[in-house]
């Protein structure tokens, strides 16, 4: 049984949400992933948003663009915490996305990482689940620590070879 729901507007929002998909993977979280559109779709969307709970749902990472009003029609029905992820959009740069996800209404919360912060929103839906599950608090503690490894490595070859040797990315 999935403990995350994985929601995006559209196929072209799969990069970002692959990676709220990628590191549930590498800490053991159960998931399913939807394209579903709030605005094309009303009746898909409304199904699974009042059907998620009964799932065994606990936390929704919601992604979307321009209008982005996914995230805040889940939070609005799902009475569990919903994550938004806005995207990178063509026209304002993901601006117009973030400010919709964001500027919720009194009563209605909706968490929200960066534009395009898909690993965040897998991040934060693990830490959520972490607050009831010891052994996922492990091993989010060891991803952090695995991350603080990965800078000092990264450091120890920068005094090792020097700036101007050290490999760009």
Same mark, same amino acid.
């Given at each position: 049984?999935?403990?995350?729901?994985?929601?995006? =507007?559209?196929?072209?929002?799969? *990069?970002? @949400?692959?990676? !709220?998909?990628?590191? $549930?993977?590498?800490? &053991?979280?159960?998931?399913?992933?939807?394209?579903?559109?709030?605005?094309?779709?009303?009746?898909?969307?409304?199904?699974?948003?009042?059907?998620?709970?009964?799932?065994?749902?606990?936390?929704?990472?919601?992604?979307? =663009?321009?209008?982005?009003?996914? *995230?805040? @029609?889940?939070? !609005?029905?799902?009475? $569990?915490?919903?994550? &938004?992820?806005?995207?990178?959009?063509?026209?304002?740069?993901?601006?117009?996305?973030?400010?919709?996800?964001?500027?919720?209404?009194?009563?209605?919360?909706?968490?929200?990482?960066?534009?395009?912060?898909?690993?965040?929103?897998?991040?934060?839906?693990?830490?959520?689940?972490?607050?009831?599950?010891?052994? $996922?608090?492990?091993?989010?503690?060891?991803?952090?620590?695995?991350?603080?490894?990965?800078?000092?490595?990264?450091?120890?070859?920068?005094?090792?070879?020097?700036?101007?040797?050290?490999?760009?990315?």
């Amino acid at each position: 049984m999935a403990q995350v729901g994985i929601v995006m =507007g559209s196929d072209s929002d799969m *990069p970002v @949400m692959a990676k !709220a998909a990628d590191i $549930l993977e590498d800490l &053991g979280i159960s998931y399913e992933m939807s394209i579903i559109s709030a605005h094309r779709e009303p009746d898909v969307f409304f199904e699974y948003a009042r059907s998620a709970e009964s799932k065994g749902i606990k936390v929704i990472i919601a992604g979307a =663009g321009k209008a982005a009003h996914l *995230p805040g @029609m889940c939070a !609005a029905i799902f009475p $569990l915490p919903v994550i &938004g992820v806005p995207m990178k959009t063509s026209d304002l740069g993901g601006v117009d996305s973030l400010y919709s996800i964001v500027q919720m209404p009194s009563g209605i919360p909706v968490a929200t990482v960066a534009i395009g912060g898909g690993q965040n929103a897998g991040i934060l839906a693990a830490k959520i689940l972490a607050v009831s599950d010891d052994a $996922l608090l492990r091993r989010l503690k060891d991803y952090t620590q695995s991350l603080k490894e990965s800078v000092q490595k990264k450091d120890a070859r920068l005094q090792e070879v020097g700036y101007r040797n050290y490999p760009m990315s």
